[in-house]
């Protein structure tokens, strides 16, 4: 007799990492997981709230029973939520570059008619993610969808066009929510992981949508939380100095080599802040 897969073994294809994100995401958290169950463990119980979700790496990883998540991207959380209803795509997924800007004006047309909630906008999305460049969402100022082609040899969609229905029951407990961190409803019992956009030193007077700024705001904010909070970010002077002097206990840990804008591969360093673990 055939073996039976639950939806989680059969989307468990990682080592240890967990369940296999649906999305690709600039600073997904995956290689950080093996670091995040040990603090996790003995936690279990409690609800985790993410009001950095991104990717759902770090939820995927921990597959905890409650969850609440949050990103300030609402295309993502879209698509999460109708994971979360089962969806089930029959859109025709080519890696053909005709057939991405087809995609990508529609996915646009849908926003500007106020069309960016629905199950099409939730395929397109998954789409474009995989189809595009790098995996990266951008924006222009008219706040159309405008990264480019990613010309891949070879895009596998079948993988997750098949098992998006699998993730209908790992979602089945979680919440998903969309806005700043600041507005996630969060219980005094929750355990918290932060994971916000890097900290980039001199760029304090920057107009960069997640600045220094908030930075503190975020701190603070963490800092006034009563359970657990496990925050993530390059390990920058400030951004330690910061922890610290907020009370937080502060591990420093060798990040996977990051391609800079510069084209230089750069060995950052990461900081794990914890406090009340
Ligand atoms: C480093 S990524 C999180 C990656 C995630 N941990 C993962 O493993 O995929 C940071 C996330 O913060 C989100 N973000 C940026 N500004 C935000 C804000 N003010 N409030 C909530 N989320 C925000 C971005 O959309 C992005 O998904």
């Known amino acids: 007799m055939a073996a039976v897969l639950t939806d989680k073994t059969r989307l468990n294809l990682g080592e240890g990492l967990g369940i296999r994100p649906p999305l690709k995401w600039a600073g997904g ?12 463990k003995n936690h279990s119980q409690r609800r985790l709230v993410e009001p950095f979700s991104g990717g759902l790496a770090v939820a995927l990883g921990l597959l905890p029973e409650d969850a609440l998540l949050n990103d300030i991207n609402p295309h993502a959380i879209n698509f999460y939520q109708w994971l979360k209803r089962g969806l089930n795509s029959k859109l025709a997924m080519q890696n053909d570059e005709e057939a991405y800007y087809a995609c990508r004006t529609q996915f646009n047309k849908l926003i500007s008619s106020g069309k960016a909630s629905s199950k099409e906008a939730a ?11 790098n995996g990266l969402c951008r924006f222009n100022k008219q706040g159309e969808f405008n990264v480019p082609f990613g ?7 079948d993988l997750y066009k098949n098992d998006f229905k699998s993730y209908k029951s790992i979602f089945a407990n979680w919440r ?8 996630v409803a969060i219980k ?10 890097y900290d980039v030193e ?9 600045g220094w700024d908030d930075q503190v705001r975020l701190a603070e904010w963490l800092s006034l939380h009563q359970g657990p909070v496990v925050l993530s970010n390059q390990a920058t002077k400030r951004i330690v100095n910061l922890y610290k002097k907020l009370g937080f206990k502060t591990k420093i840990l060798d990040a996977p080599r990051r ?3 510069t ?6 360093e990461e900081v794990l802040a914890t406090r009340g673990l």
């Not at 005094?188 to 956009?197: G, N």
């Not at 001199?202 to 997640?210: D, I, M, R």
């Open 151 to 157: 010309r891949y040899k070879t895009i596998s969609y």
């Open 29 to 40: 958290k995956r290689w950080l997981v093996p670091h995040l169950q040990p603090l996790w």
């Open 263 to 268: 084209g230089d591969r750069t060995r950052a």
């Open 123 to 133: 395929e397109l999305f998954y789409y474009l993610n995989r189809t595009g460049y």
């Open 202 to 210: 001199f760029t304090q007077y920057s107009k960069e949508a997640f």
């Open 188 to 197: 005094e019992d929750d355990f918290i992981y932060a994971d916000p956009p």
């Open 176 to 183: 998903f929510s969309v806005g700043d961190f600041a507005s």
């Open 259 to 261: 391609i800079s804008c």
